[in-house]
């Protein structure tokens, strides 16, 4: 089976095959799929880490999308590789009709049927009519050319102001956010809530980094679904910490009140220490402060 430029594609097939069935992603990953086969004329080997280039999604995702595909029925394994057929029976159809053409025209074109009209003839009758339709045309069209015509308005830049700017910054973005989108969402909110968006994404992304299979939902989705809400408490909590270097006043308060002689510590901007309430920093000086 060899390569072909083109097949038909049937749209209601394909909605009454995967609507209600597929995800999105998944559907990403079955189109890519049976177009490599259209595109190369036959099965393909499995490779999912092109198939997660193609689509911009990890391989990971790829390996088990496919196997759910191939659980489905929508795609079907044979060893290493991969084929659909109706992808493969498509590609034999568009093969068959290139073939029939090229026979055709080795015999001199399509045979015309006994009732159809010679279009070399009709062409030659109509070569005069067709030349004088073209010359007014041209004409008109230098005509027309050489009036003024009002200039495409140029695009105005959009005016990110400098809230949004600050969250966007710090959002988790990838080159699929469209940041036009996120900005009309967060457009919308007053700037109460812009400060609450802004203020919850440091919890977010630590929710991000702990989770390494999850991907940073869409910016405009975050602040539209209002999931932002959920991290505000989280980024209140870390707020409320402040890191006390080891050996430091507070440090030490902070041992005396605990009633121990050391405490777990890590590492914050070249310093060691701990993140501890600030409240318990705070009762932990106040015999330190009246002492002094």
Not at 69 to 86: M, V
Not at 197 to 216: I, K, L, N, Q, W
Not at 261 to 266: T, Y
């Amino acid at each position: 089976m060899g390569k072909v430029r083109r097949v038909d594609y049937a749209p209601d097939e394909y909605v009454t095959g995967v609507g209600g069935v597929l995800r999105a992603d998944e559907q990403g990953v079955y189109w890519m799929l049976c177009t490599l086969m259209m595109s190369q004329g036959g099965p393909i080997e499995r490779n999912d880490r092109r198939i997660a280039s193609l689509c911009l999604i990890r391989p990971v995702d790829v390996v088990r999308i496919t196997e759910r595909l191939i659980q489905l029925g929508k795609i079907k394994a044979d060893g290493t590789k991969l084929y659909q057929n109706r992808a493969l029976s498509e590609v034999e159809r568009s093969a068959n009709r290139i073939q029939t053409a090229s026979e055709n025209g080795a015999k001199g074109g399509r045979p015309r049927k006994k009732d159809e009209p010679d279009q070399k003839k009709l062409q030659a009758d109509d070569y005069s009519a067709e030349k004088l339709s073209l010359t007014i045309n041209d004409q008109l069209s230098r005509e027309a050319s050489d009036e003024a015509s009002p200039k495409r308005p140029k695009r105005k830049r959009i005016a990110y102001s400098q809230e949004f700017e600050t969250f966007w910054k710090a959002y988790p973005t990838d080159p699929l956010m469209s940041k036009q989108e996120a900005f009309a969402a967060f457009e919308k909110l007053d700037p109460e809530q812009q400060a609450e968006v802004t203020a919850s994404v440091p919890a977010f992304r630590a929710y991000c980094s702990s989770h390494v299979d999850y991907r940073p939902v869409h910016a405009s989705r975050y602040i539209t679904q209002g999931r932002y809400e959920g991290f505000i408490a989280s980024a209140a909590k870390a707020n409320a910490k402040i890191f006390v270097a080891l050996g430091s006043p507070a440090w030490n308060a902070v041992m005396k009140l605990r009633g121990v002689q050391s405490m777990a510590h890590s590492e914050h901007q070249g310093k060691q220490g701990w993140w501890i309430d600030r409240a318990e920093v705070d009762r932990a000086m106040v015999p330190a402060r009246t002492a002094a």
